[in-house]
Every structure is written in C-alpha cells, then in structure tokens.
C-alpha cells in the first residue's frame, strides 16, 4: 500500500496526469481508448465547447452566470471539482467545470463557469476531477 501511495503521489504531482505513460487518446469520438459516452456521443472538444458557448449565447455572461448555464438545453449543474494533489470536493454549486477531449500534454481544457463568467478554454492538470458531458454526433 505505501508503494503504491508514494506512486499514485509523485505521478500525481510531477506529472500532473493520474495515468502513466500518459495517453492522449483516451477520450473523444468513438475509435478512442476510453470513450466514456455511449455509441454515437462523445466528449466536446475545446473548439465544441467554445463554438456551443457562443451559439448558446453565454460566452458573454457576466452575472447570474450559474442560473443561465442551468437555463442552457445542456442544463449545466455547478456540480464542483476535486482537488488532483489530495482529492477533495470543493466549490459545489458556485463553480462547474466540464472537460474536453482536448489535451494539452499533462493537462486539458474544460469548459468553467461560475457566478460572473464562463471560460471554454481553461486549462488544468489531469489529475485534477471535472465532470464529463457527453455530446451526440461522431
């Protein structure tokens, strides 16, 4: 168990990634590793969540951002994070994060929203806990 600890601790902090060798392709469209979603749904992209984003009209938001982000067809709780150096929760109900499938070496972008703005190309560790939303199409 102390083995593994200190293994789980050190790839969580010096490669900020929970999976070694690192693996860029475990999510996406259906030909991925991994694909978390069902037949004919897949993660978004970076660009998806940007493009969505725009055409939902909330790339703009600057107040009252969690109940418009509610209010989408995508009805986007701010269901929090977990921490990626000790496994916390945290945030809930004042920030969502949603990832992409777009990496970025150990990191990959999400979309974040909280009460005065909403981010569709934010950055962060792997390691770190963000929910998923799967999107129909291939």
Not at 80 to 109: C, E, H, I, K, M
Request: net charge neutral; charged share 5%.
């Amino acid at each position: 168990f102390v083995v593994f600890f200190f293994l789980f601790l050190f790839f969580l902090f010096v490669c900020n990634d929970w999976v070694t060798p690192q693996d860029t392709n475990l999510w996406g469209d259906a030909n991925r590793t991994n694909n978390v979603c069902p037949v004919g749904w897949h993660v978004p992209s970076q660009t998806e969540w940007a493009a969505w984003a725009s055409a939902a009209g909330v790339s703009s938001c600057s107040s009252n951002c969690l109940n418009v982000l509610y209010g989408t067809s995508l009805k986007l709780p701010s269901a929090g994070d977990r921490n990626g150096s000790n496994g916390s929760l945290g945030n809930q109900g004042s920030f969502g994060g949603y990832w992409s499938s777009t990496v970025n070496g150990a990191n990959a972008y999400f979309l974040s929203f909280g009460a005065t703005g909403v981010l569709p190309a934010n950055l962060n560790g792997r390691a770190g806990g963000f929910s998923v939303r799967c999107i129909q199409g291939s």
